[in-house]
């Protein structure tokens, strides 16, 4: 008995020793190695406000160029109102105050036309008169300097270029077209060459020139008669006319393909 109970003295310790203890960091395992608590902030106190900025005035409406009287944004935008008003209701009051804004709207036109024509007479870049003859003599000159300039022109085109005249016997524009070429070419010596699709001759049409060619309008593409051309050597044919012109119109036609062929040097600008 007493050496029992001398080993259950021994062992009490060893019992006691192997018993589970209860501990904060066994019962918090799943917090694995971040076992620390984080301490909350305390929270931050309101930062006080600031005075607030006053609130921007509302700004004044712009003011629109029609809502100053008499000025002629105001005339557009108020004088047919005006007139409308006048007309469905021509009372003596709205009548005389049409004809009222009426007077003062050509009163200020005709201010402002006293003065354009002041300025134009101080400056000769737009005054026409220092580009253009205004009075009869002037422009006598100025007609007979555009005439010598023309006839230069269709000189120089002569040198280098002959016409070539299509026409039918039986045409009319043929026959008003034919004097004019054949002068034309007589007076700046341009040579003439002229084709008829039918076989018969205009009067006017020197025979030599003459030529019969009724394949020629196909060829060509031909669809109205007379039809005129300015044939340059090495530069092939370039259309001056279809059907009849007077005879100023046929020189400037015949100019103008000269200056496409480049016979001829364009005219200056002004």
Not at 108 to 130: C, G, H, M, N, Y
Not at 188 to 213: A, W
Not at 230 to 239: A, E, K, Q, R, Y
Request: proline residues 11%.
């Amino acid at each position: 008995m007493p050496f029992r109970s001398t080993l259950l003295l021994l062992y009490l310790p060893l019992i006691a020793w192997g018993a589970p203890i209860a501990h904060p960091f066994y019962e918090e395992k799943a917090q694995g190695w971040f076992w620390k608590e984080k301490i909350p902030e305390p929270p931050k106190a309101p930062e006080p406000e600031g005075p607030k900025a006053p609130a921007p005035s509302p700004s004044p409406p712009l003011r629109s160029p029609s809502d100053e009287p008499l000025t002629s944004a105001w005339f557009r935008a108020h004088l047919g109102t005006i007139r409308d008003a006048a007309l469905d209701d021509p009372s003596p009051e709205k009548v005389r105050q049409y004809f009222l804004l009426q007077k003062v709207l050509l009163d200020k036109a005709q201010r402002f036309a006293e003065s354009a024509k002041r300025v134009v007479f101080q400056d000769p870049t737009l005054d026409e008169k220092a580009h253009h003859a205004s009075t009869p003599t002037a422009l006598a000159l100025e007609h007979q300097a555009q005439h010598d300039g023309r006839h230069m022109d269709l000189s120089r085109i002569g040198e280098k270029a002959g016409l070539l005249f299509i026409f039918r016997s039986d045409c009319r524009y043929c026959h008003l077209m034919a004097p004019l070429i054949n002068a034309l070419c007589q007076r700046t010596g341009i040579r003439l060459y002229s084709v008829s699709l039918d076989g018969g001759g205009l009067p006017g049409l020197p025979e030599e020139s003459l030529v019969t060619d009724p394949a020629l309008g196909h060829k060509l593409n031909l669809t109205v008669t007379p039809t005129l051309f300015l044939m340059v050597p090495g530069n092939g044919i370039h259309p001056v006319l279809e059907g009849s012109s007077s005879e100023v119109e046929l020189e400037d036609r015949v100019i103008a393909a000269g200056r496409t062929a480049g016979l001829i040097a364009n005219s200056p600008q002004p």
